[in-house]
């Protein structure tokens, strides 16, 4: 099993279909099918393995003799539009939007009647046909290995472009090798959209289940080891992205410089929504401290937060007063390309292992302005992928 994101259309909340996905761990965002281009042009929103439609043939679709549905023709202009998308239309991490994976889901009684019309328009523009059948698996099985074609033929792409390409624990990484990736640009990637600053790193396109058991194992080693210091840590999350924001909800950007009249705050990371980005509580602030510093102190009859936490909510209550200050709203945008007042605050700290789960949630209940996060439940969300 691998780890897919999904835009699909012609299914909406709560389908079979789209459960299905997620309990696979699967990232899902729907988007109806009359808004998909305009949400891809804007690049940076949305991230991608591949489009998948859902196409209903039922009995409207029938007539005698069977007629070609106006319907057919509407999805084959869709498809165009999309392999028609500007080269440097990319995703945040540089893969081209007109290159990504496109797959018809067939489905409904009077499907058998436009299959041949189906298979024509997946030809024409690159797409996989398949039929759905009463069991999800076989869909399920086609799309994932539609997506391991693709993430094949992206590093194919990087190795084409002079990349390092390397397969290394159940993970397929790349580095860059003769040019920066600004000079990149081959049938699936685009060096220009590319905002990750992976110069001197090398960044995972593809891992396995047994991928993400190595990761997490070297993450476990870290948060266990008494020495473990937050530089390593933030370098840790840099290389692994998804470890904090999976993918599915944000993007890890880290230490953006927030310039003020004073002095320059560089919070650790900054978490931006992937969908409803306009939203500022989709946001987050996140800083790191270190896993084995306590929660909480003071007797069992007065317990608090400990001094480790305070101060860590003191400093995250300074961006806050940043982000809503007026005065920084244009470097907000300069820094960020979004207009941000509210975003959540956080701060990743500590063990839950070593602490009371309902005096910590009581005690959080008196800061409710700052969340505070453990290192066990990231690792333990990972766990879960590979359980």
């Not at 459960?19 to 761990?25: D, E, L």
């Not at 305070?310 to 907000?332: K, M």
Request: proline share 6%.
């Amino acid at each position: 099993m691998i780890l897919v994101q999904l835009i699909v259309a012609g299914r909406e909340e709560p389908s079979s279909e789209i459960t299905g996905f997620r309990n696979r761990g699967w990232a899902v965002h729907l988007l109806p099918a009359d808004k998909l281009t305009a949400q891809l042009e804007l690049g940076a929103v949305l991230f991608a393995d591949a489009i998948v439609f859902f196409i209903d043939m039922n009995e409207h679709a029938l007539a005698s003799p069977p007629t070609f549905p106006v319907g057919i023709g509407g999805q084959e202009t869709l498809m165009q539009q999309v392999r028609r998308l500007p080269h440097s239309c990319a995703m945040l991490d540089g893969r081209k939007w007109n290159g990504i994976p496109i797959i018809m889901v067939l489905a409904g009684i009077a499907a058998p009647y436009y299959r041949e019309e189906f298979h024509r328009l997946a030809a024409e523009d690159s797409a996989v046909l398949v039929d759905a059948e009463t069991e999800f698996q076989p869909t399920v099985n086609m799309i994932e290995r539609a997506v391991r074609d693709y993430r094949q033929r992206l590093l194919a792409d990087f190795s084409n472009l002079g990349c390092l390409v390397t397969l290394q624990h159940g993970r397929y990484r790349v580095g860059l090798a003769l040019h920066p990736k600004e000079d990149l640009e081959g049938a699936l990637y685009y060096g220009l959209g590319d905002r990750r600053d992976w110069q001197g790193k090398y960044v995972t396109v593809d891992r396995d289940l047994y991928g993400i058991q190595v990761e997490v194992e070297q993450f476990e080693v870290l948060i266990n080891h008494p020495e473990t210091a937050e530089g390593t840590l933030q370098r840790f999350f840099e290389e692994h992205p998804y470890f904090l924001g999976d993918l599915q909800s944000s993007l890890p950007l880290p230490h953006v410089r927030l310039e003020h009249a004073s002095g320059l705050y560089i919070p650790d990371f900054i978490l931006k929504p992937i969908v409803a980005y306009q939203r500022d509580t989709n946001w987050r602030v996140l800083d790191l401290k270190r896993p084995n510093a306590p929660l909480l102190a003071g007797p069992a009859n007065h317990v608090r937060l400990s001094h480790d936490v305070t101060q860590a909510i003191a400093q995250l209550r300074d961006y806050g007063d940043y982000f809503q200050n007026p005065e920084n709203a244009q470097r907000i945008v300069d820094a960020l390309g979004h207009r941000l007042k509210y975003p959540e605050l956080a701060v990743l700290i500590g063990r839950l292992r070593d602490t009371d789960p309902e005096l910590l949630n009581k005690a959080q209940s008196r800061e409710r302005d700052v969340r505070i996060v453990t290192y066990d439940e990231i690792l333990q969300h990972q766990q879960r992928l590979i359980t």
